[in-house]
């Protein structure tokens, strides 16, 4: 969970945000890790997070290495629960009232946990840049399944599920190390941040390439750079404006704020 000593943003800086947010019609939100941690969800750095219990498997080792795909098919079985009971919080709600309000372009998402949908996004507005923990697909067919449906095989005693159709290697539909980014996703990514007449990034470190070069693509073109975070990020001197503190509790003020 997030660390509420965190100190919050002033209601003048909070203003300011909601000014930003009043005078743009064609806003590209990028979220990262940290907008999630608010529901529960441990971020990738964080002591609870995937590189302090294990690190995951690359693409080669994971199609080479049966033994990594045991392990990777009993993480998910452990992990997938907690993600399936993870609820939006504020953050991924105000956001629906940007959209609602028609000055949401796109959201750009790092995360893999389907929250911003449940939360009432619409799915096409969506930008799932390493993909989603709730499909399964076919490594050799391409047949796609629910992500339920595969974790109710792996508690029925099916360790090592294969695909039904033709007996191939299912993975989840997530990006793993090694791996490029789906090239439609960030096609449409760069296109729209281009379009943007603001970036606002919430809970993303801004380190992990090439969802880190939007910021740069946002100030070229001229749009305002705003970063919502609790911690410190690699792109802080370029930000126009940089709020620190709880996603959940900014945004629903700002977006209050911005919206008649």
Known sequence: MFDSSVTEPTDEQIAVLGDLLQ?????????????STESGIPDYRGPNGIWATGKPPTIGDFMENEASRRTYWQRRLESYPSLLAAQPNPAHRALVDLEHAGKLSAIVTQNIDGLH????SDP?????????????RCTNCGTMFSGEEIQQRLLDGDRYPACPVCGGILRTATVLFGEPLPREALERSIALT???DLLLVIGSS?????????????KRNGAPFVIVNRTETRQDALADLRLEGSAGLILPRAIEQALP
């Open 23 to 35: 005078n743009a019609n064609r806003i590209v939100v990028l979220t990262g890790a940290g907008i």
């Open 117 to 120: 949908q449940r939360a009432g």
């Open 124 to 136: 096409e507005r969506v930008i799932e840049l390493h993909g989603s923990a709730h499909v399964v």
């Open 194 to 196: 281009r379009d943007a």
């Open 206 to 218: 801004l380190v992990v390439n090439p969802a880190a070069k939007l910021p740069l693509i946002a």
